[in-house]
């Protein structure tokens, strides 16, 4: 509805829409990441980012022609220096990335990350129906 990612623009059609200060709004949307305790006033929940994988695929996947039951999923890793480290994974369209689940550690984190690759699709299975087409990629 928007047509912008931009923190202002969303806060203003919110605030539009809900009938509350401009700058409250900008404050809740500033906020919407931060953990319980960091957030100002009462009655303030985190959010469970994993709870939002699914229904993110749902929505992208609702954008697609009826006719096309085929999904390109991606796998990639991503190093931010050496502070921390990306898993994603992210439907493929139109030349173009959308990140629908991620995990995100520190760079000096050990382990196997074949268990985190599984968990984040598992997450997304139940979105996409049994008579589509998935089709995954990922570097090595």
Known sequence: ???????????????????CKFGT???????????AEGKRGQKRQAVDVKSCFAPLLGWVLSKFRANNKQVVLA?????LKDRFVILAVSVVVANCA???AWH?????????WNLIWVALL????PVIAANWT????TDN
């Open 104 to 112: 995100i550690q520190t760079g000096a984190q050990k382990g196997k």
């Open 75 to 79: 796998m990639d890793a991503t190093y």
């Open 1 to 19: 509805m928007v047509r912008h990612c931009g923190q202002s623009q969303i806060a203003t059609f919110l605030t539009g829409l809900m009938g």
């Open 134 to 137: 998935v089709f995954v990629l």
């Open 25 to 35: 709004m900008k404050q809740r949307l500033r906020e919407f990441t931060y953990e």
């Open 98 to 100: 959308i990140p629908v």
């Open 122 to 125: 598992k997450q997304l299975q």
